[in-house]
């Protein structure tokens, strides 16, 4: 009983306490009463929520399309040898420079050499063939000339006895028939001379004209050797960077086999395909339209996860006019500049690259910061801050990038750049609502 007695006694102490506590809270005037205000009626006032603001800009908006290629070179190509043997010299390896022309391998030739050797002997042959025939004609016109003054005097002799026989005046006057027939004879025989001299510098000619032709294919011969020399060397057939060697010494080169690949690290595409709705802003846009100044050439940006935060510019190159009816796409071709706009960063063929291109502009839009667009099922909105209050704006939304949103007003709705429009704190608003705007750099957290 003197134990409950005292559990009574001590309850009843602290329930006094307590309510010394409650009535001293209470109490007009004391100083840590509460932060709530109350108006006379005891009625607590509502505070102004605190809302974050941004302003509404005018400023340029791009339409931008991004897609991923592969960086390909304009000039890759297997090297091939055009002749089949063993490989004696192996000249180049993979990441040389090459220059147009030059050797990358070797292959066994002595064959090779034997038998161009030999063409030019033949065509040594022949030349000196033709060199005794020119001589050989010049001394049948020689033949010709000569026998052409023989006939030229027994047509003389030949019309004097003629003429004397005919007179008959004179001791001499009279020629024997025997003396009339022997120049006769004489002239005949000098006439004969000549048709053989003129057939002798036929013949000439043609067996000139014969060795000129042998000297013409005794020449060909000898090409035809040097070719069959040269592709016993493997070489670079444009200026680049051997990118793969798969040809080693001794071994035998096989018909179709490549030797090397050799590309171009300077002439830098990628290809890739986009769906044919599309094809209108693509459209003119090679680099035949952007040289004649006709405002459709697309601004193009690479960038890649080899070389962070660099960027490589680029153009359209090409678009196919075709569209392919399998997948309802079309091919284009980008040309990338090789180095980067800043420092040293460089494509290479076979990266993996981001593409961004600009397809349009709005030099003047109208935008906001995309946290400031709240939507309600299909209809967009903002709140813009005017006088202190709040009034919701219906807007449609156009382009946008990664911070801003280009906005245009619904119906009768108003905004203007230089407005403010709500940030953070949105929540539970109601259009003609008082706000507080939070000074600039204050926590998200502590608006919410």
Request: net charge negative; aromatic share 4%; hydrophobic share 45%.
């Amino acid at each position: 009983m003197q134990q409950r007695s005292s559990y009574r006694a001590a309850g009843a102490s602290l329930a006094a306490w307590s309510l010394a506590l409650l009535g001293a809270a209470c109490a007009p005037g004391v100083e840590g009463a509460g932060d709530a205000q109350t108006d006379r009626s005891g009625l607590r006032e509502v505070e102004a929520p605190m809302v974050l603001v941004a302003e509404v800009v005018r400023r340029e908006m791009v339409q931008r399309l991004t897609t991923t290629a592969v960086v390909e070179s304009e000039l890759e190509v297997a090297v091939v040898p055009r002749s089949m043997g063993e490989t004696v010299e192996v000249l180049a390896e993979e990441g040389d420079a090459v220059a147009a022309g030059d050797v990358l391998a070797r292959l066994d030739d002595r064959e090779e050499r034997l038998a161009r050797d030999e063409a030019r002997i033949a065509v040594t042959d022949a030349q000196q063939s033709a060199a005794r025939l020119d001589v050989a004609t010049e001394e049948a016109r020689s033949r010709l000339l000569a026998a052409e003054s023989s006939l030229g005097q027994a047509k003389r002799d030949y019309e004097r006895d003629l003429s004397l026989a005919a007179s008959g005046e004179g001791r001499f006057a009279s020629v024997s028939a025997k003396a009339l027939e022997g120049s006769k004879l004489s002239l005949e025989r000098a006439e004969q001379d000549k048709a053989q001299a003129a057939l002798a510098v036929e013949r000439s000619i043609l067996e000139a004209t014969a060795a000129r032709t042998a000297v013409e294919r005794a020449e060909v011969a000898l090409a035809r050797a040097e070719v069959a020399l040269a592709e016993r060397s493997v070489r670079a057939p444009f200026a680049g960077r051997v990118a793969r060697r798969d040809l080693r010494v001794g071994q035998q080169t096989s018909a179709g086999a490549a030797a090397f690949v050799l590309t171009d690290l300077d002439a830098l595409r990628a290809v890739f395909y986009r769906p044919q709705r599309e094809l209108g802003a693509f459209l003119g846009a090679g680099d035949a339209g952007a040289a004649n100044g006709d405002g459709q050439g697309l601004e193009l940006e690479a960038t890649c996860d080899a070389w962070p935060g660099a960027r490589f510019r680029g153009h359209i190159q090409r678009v196919s006019p075709t569209v392919d009816s399998a997948s309802g796409s079309f091919r284009v071709t980008a040309s990338l500049e090789p180095s980067a706009t800043e420092g040293a960063a460089r494509l290479l063929p076979g990266l993996l690259v981001r593409l961004s291109l600009v397809t349009d502009r709005r030099p003047e839009a109208l935008t906001v910061p995309k946290r400031a667009v709240q939507r309600e099922g299909e209809q967009a909105f903002v709140w813009a801050v005017r006088d202190g209050l709040v009034q919701k704006v219906s807007v449609l939304e156009g382009y946008a990038d990664d911070e801003s949103v280009e906005v245009s007003p619904l119906g009768d709705a108003l905004l203007a750049a230089g407005e403010r429009v709500i940030t953070v704190g949105t929540r539970d608003l109601e259009s003609g609502a008082p706000v507080r705007i939070a000074e600039t750099g204050a926590d998200d957290q502590q608006v919410r």
